[in-house]
């Protein structure tokens, strides 16, 4: 399984980025795909999650509201719709995949892409 993430890069505070996040070589039609950050000196966050298979969505409460995880299976591609960002938004976004739902992952996710730069400034 590969995970290539894009769509990072440089904002001011209250502008909006997506990401997205490609998803190659499984078969599972049940899976789920998670957005994780890391900030400088910070430990990893989940941010958000989605099941494919039952469209459960999960958000981090720093985020909810702001935040909007989707999919589209055709292409094996999920976003993460970025608004009203703020500096503490600044980190380094991954994508994480395994073939569970959400629920059941625990945060623990075998499958990571290599991480797209998210920094936003006033």
């Known amino acids: 399984v590969q995970l290539v993430e894009s769509g990072g890069g440089s904002v001011q505070i209250g502008e909006s980025l997506r990401l997205s996040c490609v998803v190659s070589?499984?078969?599972?039609?049940?899976?789920?795909v998670a957005w994780f950050r890391q900030a400088p000196g910070k430990g990893r966050e989940e941010v958000s999650c989605?099941?494919?298979?039952?469209?459960?969505?999960h958000y981090a409460d720093s985020v909810r509201g702001r935040f909007t995880i989707s999919s589209d299976n055709a292409k094996n591609a999920v976003y993460l719709q970025m608004m009203s960002l703020k500096p503490e938004d600044t980190a380094v976004y991954y994508c994480?995949?395994?073939?569970?739902?959400?629920?059941?992952?625990?945060?623990?996710?075998?499958?990571w892409g290599q991480g797209t730069q998210v920094t936003v400034s006033s």
């Open positions: 989605i099941s494919i298979r039952n469209g459960n969505l």
């Open positions: 070589g499984f078969t599972s039609d049940d899976y789920s």
């Open positions: 994480a995949f395994e073939e569970m739902p959400c629920d059941y992952t625990q945060g623990d996710f075998s499958r």
